[in-house]
């Protein structure tokens, strides 16, 4: 007899995927956060899989990396996504853009959950957005439980910003005080060695 599949914990499934970003999330860490039996877990997958690949209107897709699922475009829109990463819009960074690439380039390698605490927000976004403009790019997998992506800024990186290496940043002096104040000196410091203006 084929199991009924809850449609709510189809939608929780979604929701969770979504916000562990390129993470992913096993089948074991789906199963802790549905509170449900992996069997139904695995059913609620395949209805998640299935209704993207009958929906034309949906870009998006369930996909297996390394034993996570992640959300992920679907590839017949592979040439459609290249004409946008080629072609930027050419909006200066935003601040949190700014923040992320300040943290990645001091502190890189560094995973995207070190990231999200260091500016105590979600960071998929500006991430995606420095990715996408070659500013950073994954640097490998850290050794720690999940293998999570650790981040590094590139070559472009170094030449927008006049560097030969990362060695040449400027040194951050951070005073033993609160983490707040911490993180509003590192970013004041960064800002003004840097200024990233209109293409």
């Known amino acids: 007899m084929e199991m009924e599949i809850d449609e709510r914990v189809v939608g929780m499934i979604e929701s969770f995927l979504f916000i562990a970003g390129d993470e992913g999330l096993t089948i074991q860490q789906l199963t802790v956060l549905t509170e449900k039996e992996e069997s139904e877990v695995v059913n609620s997958l395949e209805k998640l899989l299935s209704n993207y690949e009958l929906r034309m209107d949906s870009g998006i897709t369930v996909k297996l990396f390394g034993g996570a699922y992640r959300l992920v475009t679907k590839p017949i829109y592979a040439d459609d996504i290249k004409r946008l990463l080629e072609n930027p819009s050419p909006q200066s960074i935003t601040k949190a853009s700014l923040e992320v690439l300040a943290i990645v380039a001091y502190k890189q390698p560094v995973t995207r959950v070190e990231i999200d605490d260091l500016r105590g927000v979600k960071s998929d976004g500006p991430l995606n957005t420095l990715i996408s403009r070659g500013f950073i790019m994954e640097k490998g997998r850290s050794d720690g439980t999940g293998r999570a992506i650790l981040y590094g800024t590139t070559d472009l990186f170094l030449d927008r ?27 004041t410091q960064f800002q003004e060695a840097f200024t990233i203006e209109n293409d």
Do not use: K, R, V, W
């Open 161 to 187: 910003f006049g560097l030969s290496s990362i060695e040449e940043l400027p040194p951050l002096i951070i005073e033993e005080e609160n983490e707040a104040e911490d993180t509003d000196l590192f970013m």
